[in-house]
């Protein structure tokens, strides 16, 4: 399974911006697609995004399309997220996933995610 630790959260004023990484043990990460998913205390996990193995499909949920980008270096075996315009309401825990499935059209589940980071904490204050 592979490892990820995530890193780059922080605090921030609306408007500005943050990126994301995530770093990756092992040989394997460059055969599962990444993901990034954010998470509020009382409230469900959300998906952000998610990026193929070869980092030439994305998905991106409609909160975040044209603001946040993801994107992966293989050979470093790291994923990033690029959040810009950021708002109060991206306030949350985030974290990056990875599983063994292939990015399509829609928006993957949870359950399609095998090795889960601890997360990054994000504040956005007005």
């Known amino acids: 399974q592979v490892q990820l630790i995530e890193s780059g959260g922080g605090l921030v004023q609306a408007g500005g911006s943050l990126r994301l990484s995530c770093a990756a043990s092992?040989?394997?990460?460059?055969?599962?697609?990444v993901g990034w998913f954010r998470q509020v205390p009382g409230k469900e996990r959300e998906f952000i995004a998610t990026?193929?193995?070869?980092?030439?499909?994305?998905i991106y949920a409609d909160s975040v399309k044209g603001r946040f980008t993801i994107s992966r270096d293989n050979a470093k075996n790291m994923a990033y997220l690029q959040m810009n315009s950021l708002k109060p309401e991206d306030t949350a825990v985030y974290c990056c996933?990875?599983?063994?499935?292939?990015?399509?059209?829609?928006?993957?589940?949870?359950?399609?995610?095998?090795?889960w980071g601890q997360g990054t904490q994000v504040t956005v204050s007005s």
């Open positions: 996933a990875s599983g063994n499935f292939l990015v399509l059209n829609t928006q993957p589940s949870f359950a399609d995610f095998a090795s």
């Open positions: 092992g040989r394997t990460f460059g055969t599962v697609a």
């Open positions: 990026i193929s193995r070869s980092g030439r499909r994305t």
